[in-house]
């Protein structure tokens, strides 16, 4: 069954400090990978998405996350947390237009 | 969110009542999604539509039905409400198959509702 895991429930990290958001997934194949980001009392704004080619992608806010074939991971990363950063993180997986699954989120909270 | 706009933002309603929750679309993308949103479960899809009076259901579609009448309009209906569907809903639309899902959804900025 296609399931996706993000262990950390929350996670907290001092500004400035490097952050990893961890994603395992469980599918077929490989899927098509996304992680969002969500501020409180807002919807869900995708940060970056892997489907194929170079396995280290870039996204927005100075986002990175690599695919993992052999670990069925797509963890995010961020060499240096701003306060700003403070939200819930959120991997998704899906190969079509009706099978997206999210993981339950991680909470990650900035210290100044 | 730009282009996808959810109604009411806020609801709270009676035990056996019937709600309908709207979400509108500028976009004019095919694909629209109904997902509630509770600790500890993530995002799960209720229901879904892939064109105008195509529905089909999600993983948690029990109690909730779904009309879509026209292209910008996907509503959800809570038949009688509960307790349990106390939740926050998030409405998302995507692109059609052919355009690919590297694009992701799109989402609205929810529906908070408490049934008591």
């Known amino acids: 069954a296609q399931s996706v895991t993000q262990p950390d429930i929350h996670i907290t990290v001092s500004e400035g400090a490097s952050l990893e958001l961890r994603c395992n997934y469980s599918?077929?194949?490989?899927?098509?990978l996304f992680w969002y980001v969500q501020s409180p009392g807002q919807g869900l704004q995708l940060l970056l998405k892997?489907?194929?080619?170079?396995?280290l992608v870039q996204g927005i806010k100075g986002f990175e996350a690599e695919f993992k074939r052999s670990q069925s991971s797509f963890n995010l990363r961020k060499p240096s947390v701003h306060w700003s950063d403070a939200a819930e993180y959120f991997c998704?997986?899906?190969?079509?237009?009706?099978?997206?699954?999210f993981g339950a989120g991680t909470r990650l909270t900035v210290k100044p | 969110d730009a282009g996808i706009t959810q109604s009411p933002r806020h609801k709270v309603t009676e035990t056996g009542t019937p709600v309908t929750l709207r979400c509108h679309q500028t976009?004019?993308?095919?694909?629209m999604y109904w997902y509630r949103q509770d600790p500890g479960h993530g995002l799960r899809l209720i229901h879904y539509?892939?064109?105008?009076?195509?529905?089909d259901k999600g993983e948690v579609s029990d109690g909730y039905s779904v009309s879509r009448s026209k292209t910008e309009d996907f509503l959800l209906t809570l038949e009688s409400a509960t307790s349990s569907q106390t939740s926050v809903y998030f409405c998302?639309?995507?692109?059609?198959?052919?355009?690919?899902?590297?694009?992701?959804?799109?989402f609205g900025s929810g529906t908070r509702l408490t049934v008591v």
């Open positions: 998302a639309i995507s692109p059609p198959p052919g355009q690919g899902l590297g694009y992701g959804y799109t």
């Open positions: 976009e004019n993308h095919r694909y």
């Open positions: 599918y077929g194949a490989t899927p098509y």
């Open positions: 998704a997986v899906g190969q079509n237009n009706n099978d997206m699954r």
């Open positions: 539509s892939y064109g105008v009076k195509d529905t």
């Open positions: 892997y489907f194929s080619g170079d396995t």
